[in-house]
């Protein structure tokens, strides 16, 4: 009977971890972006993928030279020209390492409206921090980039901040990029 029991939960398991890899597929074709999207399954990354899964998200690469006020940003959640919400990620960044790719999908992920408040981007640039935080790795070297030097710095400030004192909330609403487009001027 144990046995069987066993089988059955094995069986069980395999066909969740199938179905979960068949969702994966949907969000995006591209490989470098399925290896983040790995690296997030890996990392346990599940309220990203709810995220993904519920807003009906599709994750592409994108020149965002071409999309107003985006040119200089990592990624952006917007939707197409079918209604489909989209991430793009600034295809500059095509050959970045697919764990700094998984932390951009994180940001992306928690954006689900027409536009950000100082909340939701705090939300989703913590998340983006505590992304690295877990995905990082400690026996590789990354590139001297934008997007590394960020990710450093957002997460160091993720981990210096307590529940009284949130230094990613401050970093947002002291930028003036954030002050602009979040309204906060």
């Known amino acids: 009977m144990k046995k069987v029991v066993l089988v059955l939960f094995a069986f069980l398991f395999l066909s969740v971890g199938q179905a979960f890899a068949y969702r994966i597929n949907s969000f995006s074709s591209d490989a470098k972006i399925l290896a983040a999207m790995r690296v997030l399954e890996q990392a346990g990354e599940t309220d990203v993928f709810r995220n993904l899964q519920r807003y009906g998200m599709k994750v592409k690469f994108d020149d965002l030279a071409m999309v107003s006020n985006a040119k ?33 999908i994180a940001h992306e ?32 070297t990354y590139p001297d980039t934008r997007l590394t030097r960020r ?33 906060l001027n």
């Open 72 to 104: 200089n940003a990592y990624a952006v959640s917007t939707y197409n020209s079918y209604g489909t919400r989209v991430i793009l990620i600034n295809s500059i960044y095509k050959n970045a390492p697919a764990e700094q790719i998984a932390c951009l």
């Open 109 to 140: 992920s928690f954006h689900t409206g027409y536009s950000a408040d100082l909340e939701e981007e705090t939300l989703a640039t913590s998340k983006e921090a505590a992304c690295w935080v877990r995905v990082k790795s400690a026996s590789k």
């Open 151 to 183: 990710l450093d710095k957002i997460s160091g400030l993720y981990m210096a901040s307590d529940s009284n004192n949130n230094l990613v909330q401050q970093k947002i609403a002291s930028n003036g990029f954030y002050r602009n487009q979040l309204g």
